[in-house]
């Protein structure tokens, strides 16, 4: 079983940044491949970007790539999230999740949740 735990949102300016991070517990943690996904008010939450459990292969949505960069540390069971050149549309509550076999666009497919944090982005 795996316990997650997202933080690091807040409030921030168009085209700054901002570092998510979602500590994990439980021993397997480096056998789950992790998520992130988003969830604006009144939408429904769809996914950010993944990584595979050895941290070699990265994946992400459309709308993010090349500004956010998905991370692991299998040693300190953690997976970060690091947003860059943010938007308004990114406003949203971001969770990290956790899958025992692939990453996946869908969150049916992940088993583990954490609580979410949530990112405004406004001037």
């Known amino acids: 079983q795996v316990q997650l735990q997202a933080c690091g949102g807040g409030l921030v300016q168009p085209g700054a940044s901002l570092r998510l991070s979602c500590a994990a517990s439980?021993?397997?943690?480096?056998?789950?491949?992790m998520a992130w996904f988003r969830q604006a008010p009144g939408k429904e939450r769809t996914f950010v970007g993944g990584?595979?459990?050895?941290?070699?292969?990265?994946f992400y949505a459309d709308s993010v790539k090349g500004r956010f960069t998905i991370s692991r540390d299998n040693a300190k069971n953690t997976v970060s999230l690091q947003m860059n050149s943010l938007k308004p549309e990114d406003t949203a509550i971001y969770y990290c999740?956790?899958?025992?076999?692939?990453?996946?666009?869908?969150?049916?497919?992940?088993?583990?949740w954490g609580q979410g944090t949530l990112v405004t982005v406004s001037s």
């Open positions: 999740a956790a899958a025992p076999r692939r990453i996946a666009a869908t969150p049916g497919e992940y088993n583990y």
């Open positions: 439980g021993r397997t943690f480096s056998s789950y491949c």
């Open positions: 990584v595979t459990w050895t941290g070699r292969s990265t």
